[in-house]
């Protein structure tokens, strides 16, 4: 696991021009996508990078990792909505190329289909993630199985009332989701997980000087094989050397 402790800015532009070599490298590569506020910053330089004629999504697909259940696409609390306003309607990729899963219908279904589709895909080759203050990864909430594939999750109170500050108010936050699995996220080929605050010092230091456990659903990361942690110094503040 490689560890970076940055500024904020800067771990954007080097996130985002890793994207921008992949995607250069390989017209056929496919991203793994993440929302909440993290990768905002690094989805703007995605689209400044297009905009100037840096680089081309056409042939790219992309998977997202999550979606809450019973919003649906026009919902603007959905991340199908997220993803189209923050990266997909400002570049060129082809919206049929990116999925999110679906949190409507059968949604059991759904989540089994997930995982055929990216395995049909051929798999991530590069998987943006953020982090949750409870060390969360997508909707993988504490005490998840690490061997878990895409599935149906029950938000815990500490991510609901996280992400309430994107609602009116805290009950209008679903209290279940749809997302990939650790066992899903950990077929990646390259992994890239950003933090950001001291909201998320407690999760990193785990991550980084935790024993691996089901309880910080992050620390599976560290027996991945191409993982950088990127850290700003609030959110590396509690990591010992
Ligand atoms: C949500 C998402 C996660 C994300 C986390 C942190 O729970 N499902 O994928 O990493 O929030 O969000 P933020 O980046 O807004 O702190």
Redo the contacts with the bound molecule.
Sequence with gaps: MEVKVLKSEEINNEVSNRIINLVNSNKNAILGL?????PVGVYKKLAEAYKEGKVSFKTIRSFN??EYIGLTEDNDQSYRYFMNHNLFDHIDIDKNNTKVPCGLGDVEKNAKDYDAAIDAAGGIDFQI????SDG????NEPGTSFNEGTHIAELTDQ?ITD?ARFFAKKEDVPTKAITMGLASIMKAKEIVLIAVGANKAEAVKELINGKMSEDWPCTILQKHNNVTIYADEAAYSKVTK
């Design positions: 993440a929302t909440g506020s993290t990792l999550d993630l953020g982090i949750g969360h990864i997508a909707f991510t992400n």
